[in-house]
């Protein structure tokens, strides 16, 4: 997960793992979800060996968790990975093609140039609406197949702070936090809340997608919500 709005002083991974999976408990939970998430990209986007695939906004934080797909899919050579930092620890890792993006400006890559354009826990990052649709739009403009997932605002425990059932209340929320060592999640433009119902109303395109719910699975209060184009 990286933030594609600003660049924080502190790598927004680092800061993300240590608020919001601190503990092995919170480990164990997001590699089950992300494990869930990758299964379902698998079924809808049937890639095979020759698909190209362009993960948008990889992690600089490598740990048990970080980069789901790069760790799982069969073809990794076929992803190329962007990000706004420096790449060096998924390269050294992973035998993926590197790529660096500039917060807020059009991917440096020609229409249509991938099979499949996916991003995962970013899109909450990007900042309030119309960066939102900038960086859909994006995805659609660069690969024929979409698979975008969010955290569902709906789900009991808040992600980037595993704090429980005050991000319900996201006024009450970002007060809280604006005083605490969990400050940095008080500044929508760092992490707002996505929902099924806000994401079909902000979706750019006259095509509309479908709408997921996935991760650890609870109904209209799962975990993540994936979007699915194309």
Excluded at 197 to 225: A, D
Aim: with cysteine.
């Amino acid at each position: 997960m990286v933030n594609t709005f600003e660049r924080p002083a502190e790598n927004v991974d680092t800061i993300y793992y240590r608020d919001g999976v601190s503990n092995t408990v919170g480990m164990h939970l997001l590699k089950m979800a992300r494990r869930n998430m990758f299964n379902l990209f698998m079924q809808t986007m049937s890639p095979n060996s020759a698909s190209t695939i362009i993960d948008i906004g990889v992690s600089d934080k490598e740990n048990e968790g970080a980069n789901f797909l790069e760790k799982s899919y069969p073809w990794p050579s076929q992803i190329t990975c962007a990000g706004i930092g420096h790449g060096d620890e998924i390269v050294k890792r992973y035998p993926v093609k590197f790529k660096s993006i500039s917060p807020n400006e059009p991917l440096p890559f020609a229409d249509k140039s991938f099979d499949i354009a996916t991003s995962n826990a970013v899109l909450e990052h990007v900042g309030g609406t119309r960066e939102r649709q900038r960086f859909i739009l994006e995805h659609l403009r660069v690969a024929k197949r979409v698979f975008i997932t969010v955290p569902n605002r709906w789900f009991p425990i808040e992600h980037h702070t595993s704090i429980p059932l005050m991000h319900f209340y996201p006024t009450l929320f970002r007060r809280i936090l604006r005083t605490g060592s969990k400050q940095y999640w008080a500044n929508p433009s760092n992490m707002d809340f996505l929902s099924r119902s806000l994401l079909i109303q902000e979706w750019p395109s006259e095509r509309r997608p479908k709408f997921v719910m996935t991760g650890l699975r609870l109904g209209v209060l799962s975990s993540n919500i994936a979007i699915i184009a194309g």
